[in-house]
Nanobody, 121 residues
């Protein structure tokens, strides 16, 4: 079992920045960020594997970045130039093994409780 705890969400105006953090109770090979807006499916935003290789959702690639600390028990998501469309609950997730589907929510084993991000226009 892996416990994941997110932090860093909040309310900002469009154009603002937020940095999300996720602490894992133990190491896993892959960690990722997902988001879910009201009435929409949960979508993968970013994933970082044990080699620090990063996969970012195309639609946010120019504005978001993700990384893990050297001990790989923390995952971060830097969000710049936030837009109202980024408003969602953001979830940290982890899985024991990396595969070819880093942004596929169905492949993740563990989930945090989420942190809310609200962007106002």
């Amino acid at each position: 079992q892996v416990m994941l705890v997110e932090s860093g969400g909040g309310s900002v105006q469009a154009g603002g920045t937020l940095k999300l953090s996720c602490r894992a109770s133990r190491y896993t090979f892959c960690m990722g960020w997902f988001r879910q807006a009201p009435g929409k499916e949960r979508e993968g935003v970013a994933s970082v594997d044990n080699n620090h290789q990063v996969t970012i959702l195309d639609s946010v690639k120019a504005r978001f970045s993700a990384w893990r600390n050297s001990g790989q028990n923390f995952l971060y998501l830097q969000m710049n130039t936030l837009e109202p469309e980024d408003t969602a609950m953001y979830y940290c997730a982890a899985k024991e093994f990396c595969d070819s589907a880093p942004l596929d929510k169905a492949t993740y084993d563990y989930w945090g409780q989420g942190t809310q991000v609200t962007v106002s226009s």
